[in-house]
């Protein structure tokens, strides 16, 4: 089982629509981290995110962290091609303070142009 | 500066064989980790090293998974002997202090097949 749930597991979009993809837990975490991974390659590091609240702007990418520290979003305006990959949530959660992360289950994305 | 590297990037083996996957992280990070992705999953530690010693190995299968880091750089993950399950990406991380908030920059991975 899954600490962290994303959803939706996959999604198919046309160039220049808008996406939101959600990363849900019952638990709190310390930081929470977004990541994108293409094929043949490891993830990559978009945004860190740790306090309650917090949004984060990164071009067209937004990043939110809940209030309660449990849930997180990203929201893409205008997707363009480039954007296609699996976004993989993970978190670490307190008192760990090693950086242990936990992921999620990842949202497979993909834009047609 | 030369990211995370992985070899091989490819094995297939049968089961109940072994095999060894090495790794060499980003020069001068401390902190070394050991990832598995099962298709469909997201990554899920394995080891974590700080230096040359563990941090967290809770999630490794001793019975046998074993992993290394001599001298506190390169890092090998063996797997004796391998099972069906076992098919995954292993994918090696490092990061410069290994804190909550610390960026793992992780390597192309090592895409096993068991048969």
């Known amino acids: 089982t899954q600490l962290l749930e994303q959803s939706p597991q996959f999604l198919s979009i046309q160039e220049g629509e808008n996406l939101t993809v959600y990363c849900n837990s019952s638990?709190?975490?310390?930081?929470l981290q977004w990541y994108r991974q293409e094929p043949g390659e490891g993830p990559v590091l978009l945004v860190t995110v740790v306090t309650g609240g917090e949004v984060k702007k990164l071009k067209r990418l937004t990043f939110q962290f809940g209030d309660a520290r449990k849930d997180s979003s990203l929201h893409i305006t205008a997707a363009q091609p480039g954007d296609t990959g699996l976004y993989l949530c993970?978190?670490?959660?307190?008192?760990?303070?090693?950086?242990?992360?936990?992921f999620g289950a990842g949202t497979q994305v993909v834009v047609t142009p | 500066e030369a990211g995370v590297a992985q070899s091989p990037r490819y094995k297939i083996i049968e089961k109940r064989q072994s095999v060894a996957f090495w790794c060499n992280p980003i020069s001068g990070h401390a902190t070394l980790y050991w990832y598995q992705q099962i298709l469909g999953q997201g990554p899920k530690l394995l080891i974590q090293?700080?230096?040359?010693?563990?941090?967290?190995d809770s999630q490794l299968p001793k019975d046998r998974f074993s992993a290394e880091r001599l001298k506190g750089v390169d890092s090998t993950l063996k797997i004796q002997p391998a099972k069906l399950e076992d098919s995954a990406v292993y994918l090696c991380?490092?990061?410069?202090?290994?804190?909550?908030?610390?960026?793992?920059?992780f390597g192309p991975g090592t895409r096993l097949t068991v048969l």
């Open positions: 993970a978190g670490t959660r307190p008192p760990d303070s090693w950086g242990k992360l936990q």
């Open positions: 638990s709190v975490f310390s930081s």
């Open positions: 991380a490092s990061s410069r202090s290994g804190t909550s908030t610390d960026t793992q920059y």
């Open positions: 090293f700080q230096n040359n010693g563990v941090v967290d």
